[in-house]
């Protein structure tokens, strides 16, 4: 079984642009969320997506978007970059959304902002 | 709100030593969920275990072990007789069942060297 995928793995970007990542989470998983990892911050939630409904939303500015789709694929976009943008965005899939359930994790988007 | 600390934020040991990993957290729900993730070099996090907060039975898992207290609001992992894999950085998260906020939390992180 696959696990989760995202697109791309490294990304080079300057201030000011904007910038779009991808995720397939687990065949059958229908919620989606998505983290920012920094070494400062550690690992901060974005927000959580099921059956194409965002759930939930962390404390980041409005710059940070995301959307799921039909097939659960979802996609996360974060428009005027800044240097501080840099990070690991992090994916992760779980099967109905319930709370209890663990996240299975994708290897992440490293993004560089120069 | 609710609140995880991991205050640990970086742990050496030789290899074939037990290793305990704090994790206290704070939440107001009376219904919650702990979970616990490994992150190793390789970037990708790992679900090791999940707790629900009914459920105050502690695990062992091979080398692995868990003891959640609901008194001292702590879900601390054990490595016993720790190996040169365990090398990673561990991450405790708390998940509340309520509504008002029960987005994951997760804390800080706790970086573990195993010295061969």
């Known amino acids: 079984k696959a696990g989760v995928t995202q697109t791309p793995r490294y990304l080079i970007k300057t201030r000011g642009q904007q910038v779009t990542l991808s995720c397939s989470p687990i065949s059958g998983h229908r919620s989606v969320s998505w983290y920012q990892q920094t070494p400062g911050q550690g690992l901060q939630f974005l927000f959580e997506y099921f059956s194409e409904t965002q759930r939930n939303k962390g404390n980041f500015p409005g710059r940070f978007s995301g959307r799921q789709f039909s097939n659960s694929r979802s996609e996360m976009n974060v428009s005027t970059l800044e240097l501080g943008d840099s990070a690991l965005y992090l994916c992760?899939?779980?099967?109905?959304?319930?709370?209890?359930?663990?996240?299975?994790f994708g290897d992440g988007t490293r993004l560089s902002i120069l | 709100a609710q609140k995880v600390t991991q205050a640990q934020t970086e742990i050496s040991v030789v290899e074939k030593e037990d290793v305990t990993l704090d994790c206290v957290y704070e939440?107001?729900?009376?219904?919650?969920?702990l979970f616990w993730y490994k992150q190793p070099p390789s970037g990708e996090l790992v679900f090791l275990i999940r707790r629900n907060s009914f459920d105050e039975q502690n695990e062992i898992s091979g080398r692995y072990s868990w003891n959640f207290q609901k008194s001292t609001s702590s879900f601390n992992f054990t490595i016993t007789a720790s190996q040169v894999v365990d090398s990673a950085v561990y991450f405790c998260a708390l998940r509340g069942e309520g509504n008002r906020d029960d987005k994951i939390i997760f804390g800080k992180g706790t970086r573990l060297h195993i010295l061969p």
């Open positions: 992760a899939s779980s099967l109905a959304g319930f709370k209890n359930q663990p996240q299975h």
């Open positions: 939440t107001r729900d009376t219904t919650y969920y």
